[in-house]
């Protein structure tokens, strides 16, 4: 089984996933361009189980986004560290930027391109998609409006 660590900005907050880490996008709406004061996010799916908190899990502060759906940070160094979802069959979305570990695979595609940064310009060759494609990266086809 793979196993990863990663951190917070300030190093309180360490955690480990034992699993894969899959799915991985880089998503650019504009909710993840603000939480991330970044012009995009890359997540990685996680099992629910798979993430476990080493230390600083009670500095983890986590924000309702939408129902059900939580974005959490450090309440220290304010990382973005994972979104975690009521729904327990849905994945932890981590936040790969808080990785420390080396990982040998990258984003697979782009979401959300629809809300992209007027001033990010996308130069990779990977798939974009106006939104979240339905069942993700499964199959995932590009559509042609955007492209
Ligand atoms: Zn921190
Ligand atoms: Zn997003």
């Known amino acids: 089984m793979s196993k990863y660590n990663g951190s917070c900005l300030c190093g309180a907050i360490l955690y480990e996933v034992n699993g894969e880490i899959r799915d991985i ?6 909710d993840c361009r603000k939480s991330h004061g970044a012009a995009f996010r890359t997540r990685g799916a ?3 189980n798979a993430l476990t908190f080493v230390s600083g899990e009670e500095l983890l502060t986590r924000y309702e986004h939408k129902a059900g759906e939580y974005r959490s940070f450090c309440s220290r160094c304010g990382s973005a560290i994972a979104t975690f979802f009521l729904d327990l069959s849905k994945p932890i ?3 790969l930027g808080t990785l420390d570990s080396a990982l040998d695979k990258g984003a697979e595609i782009h979401v959300f391109v629809s809300d992209k940064a007027s001033w990010h310009t996308i130069t990779d060759d990977l798939p ?4 979240l494609p339905e069942g993700a990266l499964q199959n995932a086809e ?3 409006e955007l492209l």
């Open 46 to 48: 996680v099992d629910v």
């Open 25 to 30: 996008l880089n998503c650019h709406c504009s």
């Open 93 to 95: 979305g981590l936040a």
């Open 128 to 131: 974009q998609f106006p939104e």
């Open 142 to 144: 590009p559509t042609t």
